[in-house]
């Protein structure tokens, strides 16, 4: 099975965002050398907008970072999947993901509901390799590289990325998204990170796969500890982040979905800064 080619960096934003970006900024993010954009959040089943962000470029594909099982049924899923790779073939990646038990009071059995999903996606003809899994844990992993083109972790760290890629093997697709601050100024990193990350660490898959990881309960007691910001937010010299993010590279991804911590006005400028060191360009 050919895993997907998004190129060794995307870029990671809210689906909401997306669809306010002009047809010449989006033009810029390709023009630039992202392979993809990543759009997050849990958006409705039918996705329209994503038609007008493909059809306002040649070559960038768009992900998603992901589809809510809870929330949009895979019927209608599976619908706007085949309307858009019609339309775009082979630009439109299919993440889906099982939310939070925080988030959804229906949220039963998550494993379970998640093989019934990717069951119905079968059914409805959405290919393997054109779909990729949320996943943190050692089983939801090994559930992406079975169901899936493979993973698309979030809020993680290289030493993640490189246990996960020991454990699903060569020829699975992984991509770990990593935020990212423009500024060599650590107390303004810290707090921009911080404010971000202060939903995150009431969730409990993200506590649990960070001490998994090795952090503390104090470390990932609100706010946070500097060790843990200092992991999963890139911050420093644009060289500097740019290694950071090639840590996942080295330690087994195919791909990086890079979100910059800032407005949507200053997106493509932090990209531009960014992709010169990225190699990019």
Known sequence: MATPDLGKYGVFGH?????????QQLKDIEALGYGAIWAGGSPPAELDWVDPILGATETLQLATGIVNIW?????PVAESFHRIEKAYPGRFLLGIGVGHPEAHQE????????VEYLDKLDEYGVPKNRRVVAALGPQVLKLSARRSAGAHPYLT????????????????????????????????ARAVGRKFLDI???????????????????DVAKPGSDALVDAVVAYGTVDSIAARLKEH???G???????????????????AELAGPLGLR
């Open 15 to 23: 689906y909401s965002q997306w669809q306010k970006f002009s047809p």
């Open 71 to 75: 929330t949009a049924d895979a019927a």
């Open 107 to 114: 949220y039963k059995k998550p494993y379970d509901a998640l």
């Open 157 to 188: 760290t290289p030493e993640h990325t490189a246990a996960a890629r020991k454990l699903v093997g060569p020829g699975v697709f992984i991509a770990p998204e990593h935020k990212v601050v423009l500024t060599t100024d650590a107390d303004k």
């Open 200 to 218: 995150y660490l009431n969730l409990q898959n993200y506590l649990n796969n960070w001490k998994r990881l090795g952090f503390t309960d104090s």
């Open 249 to 251: 590279l080295d330690a």
């Open 253 to 271: 991804a195919d791909h990086v979905p890079v979100q910059v911590l800032t407005g949507p006005d200053k997106l493509v400028d932090g990209l």
